[in-house]
């Protein structure tokens, strides 16, 4: 009924092309106009001023010649102010503006080896962005964001890339815990000479110990009945630590039969070694 009365509406973020017999007469911003069909005035079309994004894919070749697919993402938007030119200068806004991307992307990534790529994408964004801008502006279109979202080697490529970055994991791995097992040799290592050093002192003192008491009960024992000599008391309490030796092995509920030479022959050589012994600690730890 509008266009019967020769009214129009054209909505927001948008322009409407008006054309007078087929030639250009007025761009129509968002709103209600009139348009008096009976004096040739129509609407040629519709321009969208909203921001649109168009995903480009590209495969080119990098500098150590592996072929990628560089995906890049392009967000542009008609201009209202030229919105003339927007129209009618581009039949395919769309494909202009991946033949740009294509020129750019395979104009920059061959320059780069395909570390390098990864690493400039950024620049390679700007560079497209840059180039698109300079086109575009001469058909009434600004660029409003330009990126580079992926890149994408060949299969074979990321496999074997894969399979190199696994390889120098595992190998740092391997490094890692063959440095944890030295230190921990070595931790054990100084812990048990440090335990062996510190039970050798234990037995030196309690040795010691022993050797000064002994002395100590000889002398008294001496000094308490006359007429006995050193070698006496040494003999006596020997046999009875021998006799409590054996005392304590009979207690045990967890011994196993010993078999020991038994007798007064024994006794006496028992004794002589367990002094002659006692008697070299001494000497030694003095």
Known sequence: MGQVLGCVQVDQSTVAIKETFGKFDDVLEPGCHCLPWCLGSQ????????????????ET??????????VASIQYRALAQSAQDAFYKLSNTRNQIQAYVFDVIRASVPKLDLDSTFEQK????????????????????????????????DVH?????????????????ATEKA??????????????????YLSGMGIARQRQAIVDGLRNSVLAFSETVPGTSSKDVMDMVL??????????????SKSN??????GPGAVRDIATQIRDGLLQGNAASE
């Open 43 to 58: 609407i040629a079309g519709h321009l969208s001023l909203r921001v649109q994004q168009l995903d480009v894919r590209c």
């Open 61 to 70: 070749k990098t500098k150590d010649n592996v072929f990628v697919t560089v």
């Open 122 to 153: 950024n620049d390679i964004a700007k560079t497209v962005e840059s180039e698109l801008e300079k086109a575009m502006s001469h058909y009434g279109y600004e660029i409003v964001q330009t990126l580079i979202v992926d890149i994408e080697p």
């Open 157 to 173: 490529v990321k496999r074997a890339m894969n399979e190199i970055n696994a390889a120098s994991r595992m190998r740092e791995a």
């Open 179 to 196: 440095e944890a097992e030295k230190i921990l040799q070595i931790k054990r290592a100084e812990g048990e000479a440090e335990s062996k």
């Open 239 to 252: 046999v009875t630590q021998y006799f409590d030796t054996l005392k304590e092995i009979g207690a045990s």
């Open 257 to 262: 039969s010993v078999f020991i030479p038994h």
